[in-house]
């Protein structure tokens, strides 16, 4: 579980054409310890955000002049560079029955969904809880990046084995996975170093013993 310090700075996009909303939701996010929301007035100004600055969360109105909040999530799950951004839809509109404003924002995929009026306690739980799988997402993208990594090519010596590093200095290959992946080591010996180093040594031994118990014997005698 991710404590509140790891996505305290994370960024946050919010847009609504109300700006008494957009303040509100500003508000209470920033005493709740977000200090990184940014602010949309529309869809399109967010749209065109997103094309150089990526955000970790973004709240989305679902009514808005121009672009509504499905036009923006549609948009934005047709590009394969920000489709995985987390998006909690926001609307006033009344559900009926059939749930469609909430059935058809998870169909075009959000993951989440606020009415309002909503709580203060609400918004930012909510938000923390995407907030927290965003993180974790985030960090296993990265750990599975170092990963495939390890799968280039890597200069390694052909005498002594040691790998050379990013830093242009030489590692033993057990200590640079470790350091750049979450692999941990458990130590064995395969046959054939059984065969050339484990074997001869336990036959030598072996007959060490032997010639001990040898001269014992006639000692003894």
């Keep these: 579980m991710y404590n509140f310090d790891q996505i305290k700075d994370m960024l946050i996009f919010v847009a609504d054409d109300d700006e008494i909303n957009l303040r509100l939701v500003k ?3 920033n005493q709740a310890g977000f200090k990184n929301v940014k602010l949309f007035l529309d869809g399109k100004s967010m749209m065109n955000e997103l094309t ?3 955000p970790d969360l973004l709240l989305l109105d679902i009514m808005m002049p121009r672009f509504s909040g499905y036009d923006v999530l549609v ?3 047709q590009d394969p560079d920000i489709e995985d951004i987390p998006i909690i839809m926001i609307t006033a509109a009344a559900l009926d ?3 469609e404003p909430l059935a058809r924002s ?4 959000a993951m989440d969904y606020i009415s309002k009026p909503f709580s203060n306690l609400e918004l930012v739980q909510r938000v923390k809880s995407a907030l927290r799988m965003e993180k974790q997402r985030q960090d296993l ?3 599975a990046k170092q990963i495939r990594s390890l799968e280039t090519l890597l200069p ?3 005498y002594c084995k040691k790998i050379r590093a990013d830093k242009n200095y030489w590692q033993e290959v057990e200590s640079y996975i470790s350091e750049h992946t979450d692999t941990m ?3 064995s010996i395969c046959p054939d170093c059984y065969e050339a180093h484990v074997k001869p040594q336990v036959e030598k031994i072996k007959r060490e013993n032997n010639r001990s118990n040898d001269k014992d014997k006639e000692s003894k005698e």
């Design 27 to 29: 508000s209470v996010l």
């Design 52 to 54: 150089h600055n990526r």
């Design 75 to 77: 948009w934005i799950k």
């Design 97 to 99: 029955e059939n749930m």
């Design 106 to 109: 998870f169909e075009l995929g």
């Design 141 to 143: 993208e990265k750990s």
């Design 156 to 158: 390694i010596c052909s």
């Design 185 to 187: 080591f458990s130590h």
